[in-house]
């Protein structure tokens, strides 16, 4: 098979999708369509449509573009299938019914931003970070009938510093997924459309398993079943902080939502009033706390910078958000508020 062979419809919305969709333009595949959202009521009165970025890439690259309300609706479905792709290619976006996946003869593949089998499901960057992992990676493989368990074709790894936020991590797995789908469609094209694949449940199960097209060895993933991590999507509840964990999972929790959802927490006067606080950077400092657990979430004011009792010991917070107000760092903070060790947060 040559390169050229390929017709390949490109799936995906936000931007972390537009670095591999860029990719494989720039690198001369033949995208022959591309299918995103559809554009979504933004304003006061949600009366501007804005477009996703997918679409924008592909409408300035003149590539035709299907946005479907369902995934299954017959119109879409025929549409798609006029496209005659042969491949197709799936970057953030959203579960596919068998119709639609099963449809090219040399099938469907996804990149997903983690080392699959670890961290299934929407937020795999975000629970990296926040599970405090010191790596993480991008994976491609083939869809099924169950969600990100389909066989893996290529995996590649990607450190996490200790002081890494999302934003670092997810900027990082987009350019290197956008990498990985490439080495994938090389693989694709040289072993004509079928190319050698290692079933999830084996790198589970702990057994040896190469994969020819990165040169690397599933077994060095290998992991008991019983220790997979699941990545379940973040709703403003998930993001609360809570003060009684020790100040190393506080952290991690933090800067795996920073900055986007945001971790937060209530900060209570000492009047009562309770005023919505999101935390974007803190720092470990080390110091132990000394009462315990009960006095989480006391507040400490030393040399002009803010701490926060935690189970074990003190977090400093360094980057605040007050409901209404703009993000902003402590000092600036504790300049505009007297008597902040009168307050907790809880």
């Given at each position: 098979?040559?390169?050229?062979?390929?017709?390949?419809v490109f799936?995906?919305t936000?931007e972390?999708?537009?670095e591999?969709?860029?990719?494989l333009?720039?690198?001369?595949?033949?995208?022959?369509?591309?299918?995103?959202?559809?554009?979504?009521?933004?304003?006061r009165?949600?009366?501007v449509?804005?477009?996703?970025?997918?679409?924008?890439?592909?409408?300035e690259?003149?590539?035709?573009?299907?946005?479907?309300?369902k995934?299954?609706?017959?119109?879409?479905?025929?549409a798609?299938?006029?496209?005659?792709?042969?491949?197709q290619?799936?970057?953030?976006?959203?579960?596919?019914p068998?119709?639609?996946?099963?449809?090219p003869?040399?099938?469907?593949?996804?990149?997903?931003?983690a080392?699959?089998?670890q961290?299934?499901?929407?937020?795999?960057?975000?629970?990296?970070?926040?599970?405090?992992e010191?790596e993480?990676?991008?994976t491609?493989?083939?869809?099924?009938?169950?969600?990100d368990?389909?066989?893996?074709?290529?995996?590649?790894?990607?450190?996490i510093p200790?002081?890494?936020?999302?934003?670092?991590?997810?900027d990082?797995?987009?350019?290197?997924?956008?990498?990985l789908?490439?080495?994938?469609?090389?693989?694709i094209?040289a072993?004509?459309?079928?190319?050698?694949?290692?079933a999830?449940?084996?790198?589970?199960?702990?057994?040896?398993?190469?994969?020819n097209?990165t040169?690397?060895?599933?077994?060095?993933?290998?992991?008991p079943?019983?220790q997979?991590k699941?990545?379940?999507k973040?709703?403003?509840?998930?993001?609360?902080i809570d003060?009684?964990?020790t100040a190393?999972?506080?952290?991690?929790?933090?800067?795996g939502l920073?900055?986007?959802p945001?971790a937060?927490?209530?900060?209570?006067g000492?009047?009562?009033?309770?005023?919505?606080?999101?935390i974007?950077k803190?720092?470990?400092t080390?110091?132990?706390?000394?009462?315990g657990?009960?006095d989480?979430?006391?507040?400490?004011v030393k040399?002009?910078?803010l701490?926060?009792?935690?189970?074990?010991?003190?977090?400093?917070?360094v980057?605040?958000?007050?409901?209404?107000?703009?993000?902003?760092a402590?000092?600036?903070f504790?300049?505009?508020?007297?008597?902040?060790?009168?307050?907790k947060?809880?």
């Open positions: 098979m040559e390169k050229s062979d390929l017709r390949i799936m995906g936000p972390f999708a537009v591999t969709l860029r990719a333009v720039e690198n001369g595949y033949n995208v022959v369509a591309v299918v995103t959202q559809p554009d979504k009521p933004v304003g009165h949600g009366s449509l804005q477009p996703s970025q997918v679409k924008q890439y592909a409408l690259h003149g590539l035709p573009v299907l946005q479907p309300e995934m299954k609706d017959p119109a879409f479905v025929e798609l299938r006029s496209y005659r792709a042969n491949l290619v799936v970057v953030a976006f959203r579960m596919l068998e119709v639609v996946w099963a449809m003869e040399y099938g469907t593949f996804n990149v997903h931003a080392l699959l089998p961290y299934r499901g929407a937020a795999p960057i975000n629970w990296a970070v926040i599970n405090g010191t993480t990676g991008v491609t493989f083939f869809l099924d009938h169950d969600i368990t389909g066989r893996i074709i290529a995996r590649k790894r990607f450190a200790d002081d890494a936020d999302v934003e670092y991590v997810y990082g797995l987009m350019k290197l997924g956008a990498a789908c490439l080495e994938t469609l090389e693989a094209v072993a004509d459309g079928h190319p050698e694949t290692v999830q449940s084996e790198i589970c199960g702990g057994k040896t398993a190469t994969n097209e040169g690397s060895n599933h077994s060095q993933f290998a992991i079943g019983s997979l699941a990545a379940p973040i709703f403003k509840e998930t993001c609360e003060w009684t964990q190393k999972r506080v952290y991690d929790f933090v800067r920073s900055p986007v945001g937060w927490t209530t900060l209570v000492e009047d009562g009033k309770e005023t919505v606080m999101k974007y803190a720092r470990k080390g110091m132990v706390q000394g009462s657990i009960q989480s979430g006391m507040l400490m040399n002009k910078s701490f926060v009792a935690c189970a074990d010991g003190w977090l400093e917070l980057e605040v958000q007050l409901a209404g107000k703009k993000r902003m402590v000092h600036d504790l300049n505009g508020m007297k008597d902040v060790e009168k307050n947060v809880k």
